[in-house]
Protein backbone atom coordinates (compact mmCIF):
# COMPACT_ATOMS: atom_id res chain seq x y z
CA UNK A 1 0.00 0.00 0.00
CA UNK A 2 1.59 3.44 -1.22
CA UNK A 3 1.89 6.16 1.44
CA UNK A 4 -0.48 9.06 1.65
CA UNK A 5 0.24 11.78 -0.72
CA UNK A 6 0.68 14.53 2.36
CA UNK A 7 3.84 12.18 3.42
CA UNK A 8 5.50 12.20 0.20
CA UNK A 9 6.39 15.37 -0.93
CA UNK A 10 9.71 16.56 0.46
CA UNK A 11 9.80 19.77 -1.57
CA UNK A 12 6.53 21.15 -0.34
CA UNK A 13 6.63 24.80 -0.02
CA UNK A 14 7.32 26.25 3.30
CA UNK A 15 4.54 29.00 4.40
CA UNK A 16 6.71 31.20 7.17
CA UNK A 17 3.51 33.37 7.70
CA UNK A 18 1.34 30.41 8.38
CA UNK A 19 3.77 28.22 9.80
CA UNK A 20 4.36 31.03 12.59
CA UNK A 21 0.62 31.33 12.83
CA UNK A 22 0.15 28.05 13.80
CA UNK A 23 2.33 27.98 16.32
CA UNK A 24 1.53 30.86 17.98
CA UNK A 25 -1.96 29.52 17.73
CA UNK A 26 -1.43 26.83 19.53
CA UNK A 27 0.61 28.38 22.54
CA UNK A 28 -2.55 30.31 22.72
CA UNK A 29 -4.73 27.44 23.05
CA UNK A 30 -2.90 25.90 25.33
CA UNK A 31 -2.51 29.00 27.69
CA UNK A 32 -5.93 29.58 27.11
CA UNK A 33 -6.84 25.94 28.35
CA UNK A 34 -4.40 26.63 31.35
CA UNK A 35 -6.31 29.46 32.54
CA UNK A 36 -9.28 27.49 32.53
CA UNK A 37 -7.46 25.02 34.96
CA UNK A 38 -6.35 27.47 37.10
CA UNK A 39 -9.90 28.34 37.85
CA UNK A 40 -11.09 23.93 37.81
CA UNK A 41 -8.79 22.98 41.06
CA UNK A 42 -11.58 22.37 44.14
CA UNK A 43 -12.03 20.31 47.19
CA UNK A 44 -11.58 17.30 45.37
CA UNK A 45 -7.85 17.93 44.14
CA UNK A 46 -7.74 18.51 47.94
CA UNK A 47 -9.29 15.48 48.76
CA UNK A 48 -7.22 13.50 46.85
CA UNK A 49 -3.39 15.89 48.16
CA UNK A 50 -4.36 14.53 51.61
CA UNK A 51 -5.31 10.89 50.38
CA UNK A 52 -1.62 11.06 48.74
CA UNK A 53 -0.08 12.34 51.73
CA UNK A 54 -0.70 9.64 53.90
CA UNK A 55 -0.81 6.79 51.36
CA UNK A 56 1.09 3.62 52.74
CA UNK A 57 1.72 2.20 49.33
CA UNK A 58 2.46 3.79 46.23
CA UNK A 59 0.26 5.71 43.95
CA UNK A 60 -0.20 3.69 40.25
CA UNK A 61 -0.38 5.89 37.37
CA UNK A 62 -2.00 4.30 34.14
CA UNK A 63 -2.85 5.43 30.43
CA UNK A 64 -3.09 4.90 27.09
CA UNK A 65 -1.51 6.14 24.58
CA UNK A 66 -0.46 10.10 24.90
CA UNK A 67 -1.86 9.98 28.48
CA UNK A 68 0.24 6.75 29.02
CA UNK A 69 3.08 8.80 28.09
CA UNK A 70 1.56 11.69 30.55
CA UNK A 71 1.06 9.23 33.39
CA UNK A 72 4.77 8.27 32.67
CA UNK A 73 5.93 11.52 33.91
CA UNK A 74 3.65 12.19 36.84
CA UNK A 75 5.12 9.24 38.31
CA UNK A 76 8.68 10.25 37.81
CA UNK A 77 7.88 13.55 38.98
CA UNK A 78 5.99 12.34 42.48
CA UNK A 79 8.60 9.85 42.69
CA UNK A 80 11.61 12.49 42.92
CA UNK A 81 9.58 14.23 45.33
CA UNK A 82 8.60 12.21 47.97
CA UNK A 83 5.52 10.15 46.86
CA UNK A 84 6.57 6.64 45.66
CA UNK A 85 4.57 6.29 42.41
CA UNK A 86 5.11 4.22 39.34
CA UNK A 87 3.56 3.73 35.75
CA UNK A 88 1.78 0.57 34.91
CA UNK A 89 0.15 0.10 31.58
CA UNK A 90 -3.57 -0.94 31.24
CA UNK A 91 -3.10 -3.31 28.39
CA UNK A 92 0.04 -5.44 30.69
CA UNK A 93 -2.02 -4.99 34.30
CA UNK A 94 -4.61 -6.93 32.39
CA UNK A 95 -2.10 -9.39 31.58
CA UNK A 96 -1.11 -10.08 35.38
CA UNK A 97 0.78 -6.74 36.08
CA UNK A 98 -2.54 -6.48 38.50
CA UNK A 99 -0.76 -8.08 40.88
CA UNK A 100 1.86 -5.79 41.80
CA UNK A 101 -0.97 -3.21 43.17
CA UNK A 102 -1.88 -4.02 46.45
CA UNK A 103 -4.63 -2.87 48.92
CA UNK A 104 -2.58 -0.03 50.31
CA UNK A 105 -1.53 1.22 46.79
CA UNK A 106 -3.62 4.20 44.68
CA UNK A 107 -4.55 4.28 41.48
CA UNK A 108 -4.28 7.55 38.97
CA UNK A 109 -5.84 6.70 35.35
CA UNK A 110 -5.74 9.00 32.91
CA UNK A 111 -8.04 9.74 29.88
CA UNK A 112 -9.41 12.45 28.59
CA UNK A 113 -12.58 11.12 27.17
CA UNK A 114 -13.06 9.11 30.06
CA UNK A 115 -13.79 6.05 27.67
CA UNK A 116 -10.16 4.26 27.22
CA UNK A 117 -11.65 1.05 27.30
CA UNK A 118 -8.35 -0.30 28.35
CA UNK A 119 -8.65 0.59 31.62
CA UNK A 120 -11.80 -1.33 32.53
CA UNK A 121 -10.11 -4.64 33.82
CA UNK A 122 -7.96 -1.85 36.40
CA UNK A 123 -11.06 -0.06 37.50
CA UNK A 124 -12.52 -3.14 38.24
CA UNK A 125 -9.72 -4.79 39.73
CA UNK A 126 -9.61 -0.91 41.95
CA UNK A 127 -13.28 -1.86 42.98
CA UNK A 128 -13.17 -5.30 44.16
CA UNK A 129 -10.10 -4.91 46.21
CA UNK A 130 -10.70 -1.67 47.41
CA UNK A 131 -7.72 0.62 46.11
CA UNK A 132 -8.97 4.22 45.73
CA UNK A 133 -9.22 4.58 42.03
CA UNK A 134 -8.58 8.22 41.09
CA UNK A 135 -9.35 9.55 37.71
CA UNK A 136 -7.93 12.32 36.31
CA UNK A 137 -10.33 12.84 32.92
CA UNK A 138 -12.41 15.87 30.99
CA UNK A 139 -15.01 13.73 31.30
CA UNK A 140 -17.26 14.37 33.70
CA UNK A 141 -20.68 12.01 33.01
CA UNK A 142 -18.05 9.23 32.02
CA UNK A 143 -17.88 5.43 32.59
CA UNK A 144 -13.59 6.53 34.34
CA UNK A 145 -15.64 9.16 36.28
CA UNK A 146 -18.48 6.76 37.81
CA UNK A 147 -16.23 4.13 38.40
CA UNK A 148 -13.51 6.57 40.17
CA UNK A 149 -13.49 7.29 44.26
CA UNK A 150 -12.00 10.62 43.62
CA UNK A 151 -12.40 12.62 40.62
CA UNK A 152 -10.40 15.41 39.04
CA UNK A 153 -11.76 16.99 36.22
CA UNK A 154 -9.68 19.50 33.36
CA UNK A 155 -11.17 21.28 31.36
CA UNK A 156 -12.98 20.05 28.24
CA UNK A 157 -10.67 22.43 26.36
CA UNK A 158 -10.39 22.69 22.44
CA UNK A 159 -7.33 20.82 21.31
CA UNK A 160 -4.98 22.68 19.52
CA UNK A 161 -4.22 20.36 16.59
CA UNK A 162 -7.94 21.14 15.02
CA UNK A 163 -10.05 18.75 13.41
CA UNK A 164 -7.37 16.15 13.46
CA UNK A 165 -8.17 16.62 17.58
CA UNK A 166 -4.58 15.09 18.43
CA UNK A 167 -3.84 14.88 21.78
CA UNK A 168 -1.94 18.64 22.32
CA UNK A 169 -4.08 20.81 25.21
CA UNK A 170 -5.23 18.03 26.69
CA UNK A 171 -2.08 16.15 27.65
CA UNK A 172 -0.68 20.12 28.60
CA UNK A 173 -4.21 19.78 31.14
CA UNK A 174 -2.61 16.39 32.33
CA UNK A 175 0.87 17.14 32.72
CA UNK A 176 -0.02 20.57 34.30
CA UNK A 177 -2.48 18.66 36.67
CA UNK A 178 0.04 16.11 37.41
CA UNK A 179 3.09 19.00 38.67
CA UNK A 180 0.32 20.93 40.39
CA UNK A 181 -0.60 17.74 43.04
CA UNK A 182 3.38 17.30 43.19
CA UNK A 183 3.72 20.75 44.08
CA UNK A 184 0.97 20.97 46.45
CA UNK A 185 2.36 16.90 48.33
CA UNK A 186 5.85 18.80 48.45
CA UNK A 187 4.09 22.14 50.65
CA UNK A 188 2.14 19.52 52.41
CA UNK A 189 5.33 17.32 53.84
CA UNK A 190 7.86 19.95 53.91
CA UNK A 191 9.82 18.43 51.59
CA UNK A 192 13.12 20.39 51.02
CA UNK A 193 15.91 20.66 49.29
CA UNK A 194 17.88 18.35 50.90
CA UNK A 195 15.37 15.35 50.83
CA UNK A 196 15.11 16.29 46.96
CA UNK A 197 18.97 16.09 46.54
CA UNK A 198 18.69 12.47 48.13
CA UNK A 199 16.39 11.60 44.80
CA UNK A 200 19.14 13.27 42.73
CA UNK A 201 22.37 12.46 43.64
CA UNK A 202 23.68 12.39 39.83
CA UNK A 203 23.86 14.99 37.10
CA UNK A 204 23.19 18.69 37.87
CA UNK A 205 20.66 18.74 39.90
CA UNK A 206 22.72 16.19 42.19
CA UNK A 207 25.65 18.42 42.00
CA UNK A 208 23.65 21.46 43.05
CA UNK A 209 22.38 20.14 46.09
CA UNK A 210 26.23 18.58 47.05
CA UNK A 211 27.20 19.37 50.79
CA UNK A 212 30.55 20.97 51.51
CA UNK A 213 31.10 18.01 53.56
CA UNK A 214 30.46 15.54 51.19
CA UNK A 215 33.37 16.79 49.04
CA UNK A 216 35.78 17.46 51.80
CA UNK A 217 38.63 15.90 52.14
CA UNK A 218 39.58 14.33 55.94
CA UNK A 219 42.91 13.86 56.00
CA UNK A 220 44.11 17.69 56.07
CA UNK A 221 47.49 19.21 55.49
CA UNK A 222 47.96 21.00 58.87
CA UNK A 223 50.49 22.50 61.40
CA UNK A 224 50.61 24.16 64.68
CA UNK A 225 51.40 27.51 65.69
CA UNK A 226 55.30 27.91 66.19
CA UNK A 227 56.08 25.13 63.91
CA UNK A 228 58.83 26.15 61.74
CA UNK A 229 58.30 26.27 58.14
CA UNK A 230 60.69 23.73 57.41
CA UNK A 231 58.58 21.46 58.85
CA UNK A 232 55.46 23.00 57.68
CA UNK A 233 56.70 22.53 54.06
CA UNK A 234 56.98 18.89 54.43
CA UNK A 235 53.35 18.56 55.26
CA UNK A 236 52.63 21.32 52.80
CA UNK A 237 54.24 18.92 50.07
CA UNK A 238 53.23 15.24 51.71
CA UNK A 239 49.41 15.94 51.44
CA UNK A 240 49.67 17.66 47.70
CA UNK A 241 46.86 20.22 47.85
CA UNK A 242 49.29 23.04 47.62
CA UNK A 243 48.61 24.48 51.36
CA UNK A 244 49.09 24.18 54.90
CA UNK A 245 46.12 24.72 57.41
CA UNK A 246 47.84 26.56 60.83
CA UNK A 247 46.44 25.84 63.85
CA UNK A 248 46.19 27.13 67.77
CA UNK A 249 44.78 25.10 70.29
CA UNK A 250 42.49 23.28 67.23
CA UNK A 251 41.31 26.26 65.73
CA UNK A 252 42.28 27.26 62.31
CA UNK A 253 43.92 30.38 62.69
CA UNK A 254 45.71 30.91 59.18
CA UNK A 255 46.63 29.16 56.01
CA UNK A 256 49.74 28.91 53.57
CA UNK A 257 49.41 28.30 50.01
CA UNK A 258 52.13 28.17 47.45
CA UNK A 259 51.34 31.95 46.62
CA UNK A 260 52.47 32.81 50.17
CA UNK A 261 55.43 30.79 49.68
CA UNK A 262 56.09 32.83 46.44
CA UNK A 263 55.90 36.35 48.34
CA UNK A 264 57.92 35.51 51.43
CA UNK A 265 60.54 34.01 49.80
CA UNK A 266 63.72 34.07 51.24
CA UNK A 267 66.99 32.68 52.18
CA UNK A 268 65.54 32.19 55.83
CA UNK A 269 62.30 30.97 55.20
CA UNK A 270 62.48 27.95 56.09
CA UNK A 271 63.83 29.16 59.80
CA UNK A 272 60.90 31.04 60.26
CA UNK A 273 57.71 30.33 62.07
CA UNK A 274 54.34 29.22 60.09
CA UNK A 275 52.76 32.48 61.97
CA UNK A 276 55.05 34.65 60.31
CA UNK A 277 53.94 33.52 56.75
CA UNK A 278 50.52 32.42 56.71
CA UNK A 279 47.38 34.83 56.01
CA UNK A 280 45.75 35.14 59.12
CA UNK A 281 41.88 34.45 59.48
CA UNK A 282 41.09 32.47 55.82
CA UNK A 283 37.68 31.62 54.72
CA UNK A 284 36.52 28.53 55.25
CA UNK A 285 32.79 26.79 54.96
CA UNK A 286 30.89 24.57 57.18
CA UNK A 287 30.14 20.96 56.21
CA UNK A 288 26.34 21.85 55.76
CA UNK A 289 26.83 24.49 53.54
CA UNK A 290 26.38 23.71 49.35
CA UNK A 291 29.39 23.15 47.41
CA UNK A 292 28.00 25.42 44.88
CA UNK A 293 28.29 28.37 47.89
CA UNK A 294 31.96 26.98 48.42
CA UNK A 295 32.44 27.40 44.94
CA UNK A 296 31.38 31.05 45.13
CA UNK A 297 33.24 31.84 47.94
CA UNK A 298 36.69 30.43 46.44
CA UNK A 299 35.92 31.95 42.96
CA UNK A 300 34.74 35.66 43.97
CA UNK A 301 36.48 39.00 43.73
CA UNK A 302 39.96 39.21 41.86
CA UNK A 303 41.60 37.06 44.76
CA UNK A 304 40.73 33.41 43.42
CA UNK A 305 41.76 30.30 45.92
CA UNK A 306 41.91 26.93 44.99
CA UNK A 307 41.23 25.44 48.40
CA UNK A 308 38.99 26.40 51.44
CA UNK A 309 38.86 24.01 54.62
CA UNK A 310 35.58 22.89 56.24
CA UNK A 311 35.61 24.12 59.95
CA UNK A 312 32.96 23.14 62.45
CA UNK A 313 31.02 26.09 64.38
CA UNK A 314 34.05 26.33 66.74
CA UNK A 315 36.53 26.76 64.11
CA UNK A 316 37.69 23.35 64.08
CA UNK A 317 39.19 22.02 60.85
CA UNK A 318 37.16 18.71 59.60
CA UNK A 319 37.97 18.77 55.98
CA UNK A 320 39.77 20.60 52.88
CA UNK A 321 37.78 21.00 50.01
CA UNK A 322 39.89 21.50 46.84
CA UNK A 323 38.43 22.94 43.63
CA UNK A 324 38.99 20.19 41.67
CA UNK A 325 36.99 18.64 43.69
CA UNK A 326 33.87 20.86 42.58
CA UNK A 327 34.46 20.80 39.19
CA UNK A 328 34.81 17.31 38.98
CA UNK A 329 31.39 17.03 40.82
CA UNK A 330 29.80 19.09 37.71
CA UNK A 331 30.06 22.86 39.98
CA UNK A 332 30.96 25.37 37.75
Known amino acids: MSEPESLTRPNARIDT ?9 TARIEREGLAALEDAFDERAVGVVSLLATLQGRLICAGVGKSGHVARKIAATLASTGTPAQYVHPA ?12 SDAVLALSKSGETRELGDLSAYCRRFGVPLIALTAGADSTLAKASDHLLLIPDAPEAAGETRAPTTSTT ?14 EA ?15 TLGAAFLKAGDLMHADMP ?16 SKGFGCVGITRGGKLTGIITDGDLRRHMSPDLTASPVEAIMTANPKSVRPGDLAADALRLMTAGSHKILSVFVCDETGKPLGLLHIHDLLRAGLS
Open 222 to 237: LAEEGTLMSDALIVMS
Open 173 to 186: LMMAYGDALAVALI
Open 92 to 103: EASHGDLGMITS
Open 189 to 203: RGFTAADFATFHPGG
Open 17 to 25: ARILDAMRR
